[in-house]
């Protein structure tokens, strides 16, 4: 059960667009479409961005998409804008029937 | 509106007990898997444990394996998470989610805080 991993940080300027992503093994991000990411700011819970690897919840800006190619999944983030800076964290359906999160990876919008 | 609100956190002296509780409302409890997801100060998100929706499957995290119980009283639309033997490591935010396909997170609840110290 090891942790998914992320970068640790990654920034871009208003209106870029940025990828955070996301590996394992193929006992998890590799074995199966049930990728999931989450927004976290300062003191906050999380909020679900993205699940089964590319599915936006109902309301969400289409700037946020994800993808997978093998082991590694990615969320990207297009036209950046100043709140979209926090934490963001993946998570994995694992072989073992349980779950696994990523590290997590500081947004920094400059 | 749905909503998940935590109780049950506090400081603990380490080997103790506590009991969390997680309060639904605004959908069907009865039809959903739930879990519950910890953060450690500053850390990042760790998943513990998750129960289907009839309670008839359960999985935990190695680290909380013979120590942690996950419940739920689908009457009281109430999900559990009974921790004994707490150590100093256990000490974490608690979350509680839903999880519409069973893999995924949404919402969460606030979380509540659970601190493990002499």
Not at chain 2, 18 to 46: D, E, N
Not at chain 2, 91 to 118: E, K, N
Request: hydrophobic letters at 30%; proline letters at 4%; a positive charge.
């Amino acid at each position: 059960q090891s942790a998914l991993t992320q970068p640790a940080s990654v920034s871009g300027s208003p209106g870029q667009s940025i990828t955070i992503s996301c590996t394992g093994t193929s006992s998890d991000v590799g074995g199966y479409n049930y990728v999931s990411w989450y927004q976290q700011h300062p003191g906050k819970a999380p909020k679900l961005m993205i699940y089964d690897v590319s599915n936006r919840p109902s309301g969400l800006s289409n700037r946020f998409s994800g993808s997978k190619s093998g082991n590694t999944a990615s969320l990207t983030i297009s036209g950046l804008q100043a709140e979209d800076e926090a934490d963001y964290y993946c998570s994995s359906y694992t072989s073992s029937t349980t779950l696994v999160f990523g590290g997590g990876t500081k947004l920094t919008v400059l | 509106e749905v909503q998940l609100v935590e109780s049950g956190g506090g400081l603990v002296q380490p080997g103790g007990s506590l009991r969390l509780s997680c309060a639904a409302s605004g959908f069907t409890f009865s039809s959903y898997w739930m879990h519950w997801v910890r953060q450690a100060p500053g850390k990042g998100l760790v998943w513990v444990s998750r129960i289907k929706n009839d309670g008839s499957s359960i999985s935990y995290v190695d680290s909380v394996k013979g120590r942690f119980t996950i419940s739920r009283d689908n009457a009281k639309n109430t999900l559990y998470l009974q921790m004994n033997s707490l150590r100093v490591e256990d000490t974490a935010v608690y979350y509680c989610a839903r999880a519409p396909g069973g893999r995924w997170f949404d919402p969460w609840g606030q979380g509540t805080l659970v601190t493990v110290s002499s």
